[in-house]
């Protein structure tokens, strides 16, 4: 009965319209609930607000170091969906890219989550498709140990129908591929 309450208490919460900041306060109790489901819903509430509010990840960062060693788990986990250092385009604007030619140097790690395998392409400076490592089957990682701030990596399926563009900013970057977005 107990669990049933918090849980239903947790989702009308978070269904509300509340602000960013009282959902996360509102999922951050909910992570040491005695319910492995209660915490399991708050762990999938705060990826999805880290995806949608990008001040998230920040507040998470300082959490990093909380006492219960379980909280900890779960906010290296939910911090772990972050994808950054990148930009995403569509891939439809693939003729009208080219990477930069000069900027700091990066390490660039794809993953892939989903269900399907993928390839990865960097766009070189004249707007050509490099192949890079060739795929990456679904569950794996690859790291490309150094590239460079503005460059283009393309990520296609199996039959080289682009899937998404990536433009790398100027930091260290993980793209966790989850499938292309949906169109709206």
């Known amino acids: 009965m107990v669990f049933f309450v918090a849980f239903l208490l947790f989702t009308q919460l ?3 319209d509340e ?10 109790e909910q992570l040491g609930h ?16 880290l995806n949608e509010d990008e001040t998230v990840a920040k507040k998470l960062k300082k959490l990093t170091k909380h006492q219960d060693p379980e909280i900890r788990l779960r906010i290296k986990k939910v911090l772990e969906e ?8 569509d891939p439809a604007n693939e003729k009208l890219m080219k990477s930069g ?3 700091k140097a990066v390490k660039l790690e794809f993953i892939n989550k989903s269900k399907q395998a993928i390839k990865i392409y960097w766009i070189d400076w004249s707007g ?32 080289d129908k ?17 499938g292309a977005p949906k169109k709206e």
């Open 14 to 16: 978070i269904a509300n």
């Open 19 to 28: 602000n960013t900041s009282a959902k996360v306060e509102i999922a951050l």
């Open 34 to 49: 005695k319910s492995y489901k209660v915490r399991e819903q708050a762990t999938k509430e705060l990826i999805k607000l």
């Open 82 to 89: 972050l994808v950054v250092g990148l930009e995403w385009m």
């Open 101 to 103: 030619k000069s900027g």
């Open 128 to 159: 050509r498709r490099k192949p890079w490592r060739g795929k990456i089957e679904p569950g794996f990682t690859e790291t490309c140990e150094r590239s460079f701030e503005s460059h283009v990596w393309l990520v296609t399926d199996t039959n």
């Open 162 to 178: 682009g899937l998404g563009i990536y433009v790398l900013k100027n930091e260290d970057a993980r793209l966790i591929f989850k």
